[in-house]
């Protein structure tokens, strides 16, 4: 596949260059403003792949000029361990066009169009589901109180339906409910590294509200039990929300480590280089807006380049699976390493929780469940989330499709019992 880059005034003088060249048949990879006027790039045959393969190639880029930020915090934290000197470079400025294909292959068009064959998919798979579901009703009833019973945790349709058909299920109903959850249980993906444990750089991301900056203190809190204070930072990059800083750095002065600020992202790498002698460093990001679900490239230290620095999604066991689908989704890709679950002692049920994480496959870290920073997070256990979710009394809202299996078991029960 070829691609052209053409220049003009306007889109309308910019086409005109396109049909020129290329041809009627010429495909627009992708148009953006310039200080001249536009820039537009063409091909004859559009090829997704190659503008990904080339997208992904590594590219220098030119390197951005920052204040010396936050000196006086940088320079308290650092007295004990001094950074190690950090080579100056040579790296001559990339060329725009690198930049331009990788926006090409962000086209957001692209990404809507397969987030709708995604929703399509997740339809069908939910009508399927149903119509097997329903057949359990007249053919085995074990299947169908079974199906009824995880229902009541809240997981989703197509889930239980996987279960239930990828298990041998006996008339015994509690035999059969114990094979179900042992399989539930070898689905869910444990991370094998706890969030502290390889050290480094270590961002949490997510929505405003999951709680990244009270994990990050209980995170901190769990680091203290076996080392010292001085190998531990905290830095606040959340320049959002109101407080966000007092809040951290309440916490620092509790727990007697040092917290930075970040108030530019420019000023970033700086920062983590300065305080790349520390054997962890908890990075506190602003909450995840519209902006970053569309192009998660562009969260904070993710494209940063840096070794040893670990990405982790904060998700709340309070939020709808919508919710939740939708950040998983725009999150695909990108180098998280494993999600920390928050509010578990809030959560109605766990139901959406357990979906999203296996519909993703996406490793589960820790989780908190309460507000003691001290102890109230933990190591995560799949036979743990499992028996929490089982012993939740709390009612289940039913959603429409629930309440469809239902009906059409109940409807296929009244009709057996018409034969007998």
Known sequence: MQLKRFFAKDNHSALKLVREDIGPDAIIVSNRKTENGV??????????????????????????????????????????????????????PASDFASTLADAADNTTIKDMRNELNNLRTMLDTQLAAFQAGQWGQQSPARAELFEKLTQIGLGVERITQLISATEISDDLETASRKVLMALKDSIHISEHDAIERGGIVVLHGPTGAGKTTSIAKLAAQFLRNHDPRDLVMVCADNGRVGAYEQLQT??????????????????????????????????SAGMVQADLRNPRQLIGMDSGLENIHHYLILAATMQRSAMERILDSLSGTEIDGVILTKLDEAVHLGDVLTSLLRHDIPLTSWTDGQNIASDIHRADAAVLVSKA???????????????????????????????
């Not at 009612?395 to 309440?403: A, F, I, L, M, P």
Request: charged share 20%.
């Open 251 to 284: 916490f620092a002065k509790l727990l007697g480590v040092s917290v930075v600020r970040v108030r530019h992202s420019a000023e970033l790498g700086n920062v983590l280089s300065v305080l790349g002698s520390k054997k962890i460093v908890l990075l506190d």
């Open 390 to 420: 089982m012993h939740l009394n709390k009612t289940v809202v039913e959603s429409k499709d629930d309440r469809i299996l239902f009906s059409m078991l109940q409807a296929r029960q009244d009709a057996s019992s018409l034969w007998h």
């Open 39 to 92: 820039e537009v790039i063409a091909t004859a045959d559009y090829d997704e792949t190659a503008i990904q393969r080339a997208a992904a190639m590594p590219a220098d880029s030119e390197a951005a000029v920052s204040a010396p930020v936050a000196t006086e915090q940088l320079a308290e934290v650092t007295a004990d361990n001094p950074p190690p000197a950090q080579p100056q470079s040579a790296t001559p």
